[in-house]
């Protein structure tokens, strides 16, 4: 499965994480390091198809005191991240 970021929605890294701006209905997100972590990973490698998984790894990598909840983490993010519809799977 692949992803990608939608039509109309801009990204813009803060210090804190990462902001998404929805253009087509003005509504905004902010997403804390790991779930920029989680976005960056879909818009970046989404084509590739396994842009879950190399988001887990590197949460992983980062956080192995939590590597046991960080897939369900990244799936409810993702999931979030699609039923907001600013990613879009394909």
């Given at each position: 499965m692949t992803y990608r970021l939608a039509d109309g929605v801009t990204v813009a890294e803060t210090?804190?994480?990462?902001?998404?701006?929805d253009l087509r209905t003005g509504a905004y997100r902010l997403l804390n390091e790991s779930g920029a972590a989680v976005l960056r990973h879909l818009t970046e490698h989404g084509a590739q198809g396994d842009a879950p998984?190399?988001?887990?790894?590197?949460?992983?990598?980062?956080?192995?005191?939590?590597?046991?909840?960080?897939?369900?983490?990244?799936?409810?993010?993702?999931r979030a991240l699609l039923e907001a519809k600013v990613v879009e799977r394909s």
């Amino acid at each position: 499965m692949t992803y990608r970021l939608a039509d109309g929605v801009t990204v813009a890294e803060t210090d804190g994480g990462t902001v998404i701006l929805d253009l087509r209905t003005g509504a905004y997100r902010l997403l804390n390091e790991s779930g920029a972590a989680v976005l960056r990973h879909l818009t970046e490698h989404g084509a590739q198809g396994d842009a879950p998984a190399r988001a887990i790894a590197e949460l992983s990598a980062r956080h192995p005191e939590a590597a046991d909840a960080i897939p369900g983490d990244v799936h409810l993010v993702v999931r979030a991240l699609l039923e907001a519809k600013v990613v879009e799977r394909s």
